[in-house]
């Protein structure tokens, strides 16, 4: 049920016009923010959900809570022409409160792959009437992942690796099968070392000895939050590690690695400079959605 405060704030949202003929966007999902933002649609987005973080400046606009638990009020208060929604948004009830009350909403399909991202590409241009932008910013990414193909399909060698993330006080978790770190992997030339399970699953010493990984790939967050690559090194599970007792740790910005948006390409292509010899890795041209400008 719609509260009162949601409906009070509608008149003021109303209040903030998108550009003339132009939809206002409300987003849910840091990777379709700039896939949006790559499409020349920025100045639309009139709210997003916490996991929006680039272009940074994004970050200063209204919130709609978090990606999985989306607020109802929220969204409806902002009056959005359109919620373009990534394939995790939720939960199911409210975006179904959000149709009932008249939202219309793009879900954008999973994003896995080069081909996926693509097509989620062509989807949310055709429904923001940017087909055009779509086929040219599809054409700039399919050329950057045939690059990087060319690389990844014949590196000069495929670096074994397991891709970690810290949570809580326990085990660390490990990307297995079909996760966005393992397609990021595969993108970069690497074999990931987990191949018996899908998905996050805490893991051993003993396992992670046995799988002997040759490197250890992570994200910034989980770096910054453990207070440095020292703590990673003295988490009981990774300690053992030869890789890690010669620091072959690699970190990157969670969103940029795993946020499967456009600048996935790029994202792969330096996670394959860090894992292989860089001058052995090729270039990618500049792209204007690199830049996280004001």
């Given at each position: 049920?719609?509260?009162?405060?949601?409906?009070?704030?509608?008149?003021?949202?109303?209040?903030?016009?998108?550009?003339?003929?132009?939809?206002?966007?409300?987003?849910?999902?840091?990777?379709?923010?700039?896939?949006?933002?790559?499409?020349?649609?920025?100045?639309?987005?009139?709210?997003?959900?916490?996991?929006?973080?680039?272009?940074?400046?994004?970050?200063?606009?209204?919130?709609?809570?978090?990606?999985?638990?989306?607020?109802?009020?929220?969204?409806?208060?902002?009056?959005?022409?359109?919620?373009?929604?990534?394939?995790?948004?939720?939960?199911?009830?409210?975006?179904?409160?959000?149709?009932?009350?008249?939202?219309?909403?793009?879900?954008?399909?999973?994003?896995?792959?080069?081909?996926?991202?693509?097509?989620?590409?062509?989807?949310?241009?055709?429904?923001?009437?940017?087909?055009?932008?779509?086929?040219?910013?599809?054409?700039?990414?399919?050329?950057?992942?045939?690059?990087?193909?060319?690389?990844?399909?014949?590196?000069?060698?495929?670096?074994?690796?397991?891709?970690?993330?810290?949570?809580?006080?326990?085990?660390?978790?490990?990307?297995?099968?079909?996760?966005?770190?393992?397609?990021?992997?595969?993108?970069?030339?690497?074999?990931?070392?987990?191949?018996?399970?899908?998905?996050?699953?805490?893991?051993?010493?003993?396992?992670?000895?046995?799988?002997?990984?040759?490197?250890?790939?992570?994200?910034?967050?989980?770096?910054?939050?453990?207070?440095?690559?020292e703590g990673i090194a003295?988490?009981?599970?990774?300690?053992?590690?030869?890789?890690?007792?010669?620091?072959?740790?690699?970190?990157l910005d969670s969103l940029?690695?795993?946020?499967?948006?456009?600048?996935?390409?790029?994202?792969?292509?330096?996670?394959?400079?860090?894992?292989?010899?860089?001058?052995?890795?090729?270039?990618?041209?500049?792209?204007?959605?690199?830049?996280?400008?004001?």
């Amino acid at each position: 049920m719609l509260t009162r405060r949601a409906l009070a704030l509608a008149p003021l949202a109303a209040a903030m016009p998108a550009r003339a003929g132009e939809p206002r966007l409300v987003v849910a999902g840091g990777g379709i923010a700039e896939i949006l933002c790559a499409l020349g649609a920025r100045a639309q987005i009139a709210g997003v959900d916490s996991t929006v973080l680039f272009p940074t400046a994004l970050r200063r606009l209204p919130q709609i809570g978090y990606l999985r638990s989306l607020s109802a009020e929220g969204v409806l208060s902002l009056r959005p022409d359109l919620l373009v929604a990534a394939h995790e948004a939720g939960p199911p009830e409210v975006l179904d409160q959000l149709e009932r009350a008249g939202v219309r909403m793009v879900r954008v399909g999973r994003i896995h792959d080069p081909v996926s991202l693509v097509a989620a590409i062509r989807m949310v241009a055709a429904a923001l009437d940017r087909s055009a932008e779509g086929e040219r910013l599809a054409a700039a990414l399919t050329a950057d992942f045939a690059a990087l193909a060319r690389f990844a399909a014949d590196p000069p060698q495929r670096p074994r690796v397991v891709f970690v993330l810290a949570i809580g006080g326990g085990a660390p978790q490990a990307a297995g099968r079909e996760t966005a770190a393992d397609a990021m992997l595969g993108l970069a030339g690497a074999e990931n070392v987990v191949a018996d399970y899908r998905g996050y699953r805490p893991v051993s010493a003993e396992s992670l000895l046995a799988a002997s990984p040759e490197a250890v790939v992570t994200t910034s967050h989980t770096v910054a939050a453990l207070g440095g690559v020292e703590g990673i090194a003295a988490i009981p599970a990774l300690a053992v590690l030869p890789a890690v007792r010669r620091r072959r740790i690699v970190a990157l910005d969670s969103l940029y690695l795993l946020g499967f948006g456009p600048r996935t390409a790029h994202a792969a292509r330096d996670l394959a400079a860090a894992l292989h010899e860089a001058g052995r890795v090729p270039a990618l041209p500049h792209r204007a959605w690199l830049d996280d400008v004001a």
